[in-house]
């Protein structure tokens, strides 16, 4: 296991935010917004809270891959987010990496190692970003991912311990299993870089959330995470850790999110619907 130190980044640095936009309907309240990263991006994201003083439990939602669904973005849990932001809490949604259709064909899996750190450390941001709003309760602290955002999430988990409670959709364990669908690689070179990957790789980090519960949520009809891969990746987490599956494929279904709201709510202690 490499240094955390690889995942470290000046938390002084000013986050420089910019207000794009703000509205409030039904006692939420909107902003849209851009922040600076560590390594000189700007990135989009989006804040929905109750209008209040708090203290409010916050969530962070880190989206999925999915180029060819309109919700490949920051915008995939809004609905969510507004949902909670009605019983109590404060949730950001940010943009990643793959918010890009087209970052995995622009990739390179010589790029692929530094371009995961590089998310790490754009999510531990998140979290500053989220925990710097008035009124957050740093105590009740979700972090919810799907896909890509899952694994990452797992990956950030496993080097900053703010997170109190994880929801982990549809990800597999392994990165290679995503980034050598393309190009596939054979031989010496596909064993080198799964070796390269292997420190990052969800299944070998993901012990370390505890004593954070986890909920795991797999789809029997995903042909990305096939069963036994979900049983896998469920099996290397440390208890507290529930998992449930879904007659759905990898973008899951409304029965995953009437679940997943319900367990948030409890952990976050949250008021009733």
Not at 24 to 46: C, D, F, H, K, M
Request: charged share 25%.
């Amino acid at each position: 296991m490499q240094n955390p130190a690889e995942f470290d980044y000046d938390r002084a640095a000013p986050l420089d935010v910019r207000e794009v936009g703000q509205r409030e309907r039904e006692g939420v309240v909107e902003r849209l917004l851009t922040y600076a990263t560590p390594l000189g991006a700007r990135r989009a994201a989006e804040i929905i809270r109750p209008d209040g003083a708090g203290p409010h439990p916050a969530i962070l939602y880190v989206h999925w891959y999915e180029p060819e669904s309109p919700d490949s973005n920051r915008t995939q849990f809004q609905a969510e987010a507004r949902q909670l932001a009605r019983r109590g809490a404060a949730a950001l949604l940010i943009e990643t990496l793959w918010s890009d259709r087209d970052f995995f064909i622009k990739r390179t899996q010589d790029d692929d190692y530094a371009n995961s750190v590089r998310q790490v450390v754009e999510l531990r941001q998140a979290l500053d970003l989220l925990l710097a709003q008035p009124g957050v309760d740093a105590g009740r602290l979700a972090y919810v991912g799907h896909d890509f955002g899952a694994m990452y999430g797992a990956l950030a988990g496993s080097v900053d311990g703010r997170p109190t409670c994880y929801a982990l959709m549809a990800a597999t364990p392994r990165f290679h299993e995503w980034y050598l669908y393309s190009p596939r690689l054979e031989g010496q070179p596909r064993e080198q870089f799964i070796a390269t990957m292997a420190p990052l790789d969800p299944i070998a980090r993901v012990a370390r959330l505890a004593p954070a519960p986890v909920l795991f949520q797999f789809g029997h009809s995903d042909p990305h995470v096939p069963d036994e891969r979900a049983l896998e990746f469920y099996a290397a987490a440390s208890a507290p850790k529930q998992i449930r599956w879904y007659d759905a494929g990898h973008g899951l279904s409304e029965a995953a999110t009437r679940d997943r709201v319900a367990w948030l709510a409890q952990q976050l202690g949250l008021a009733d619907d």
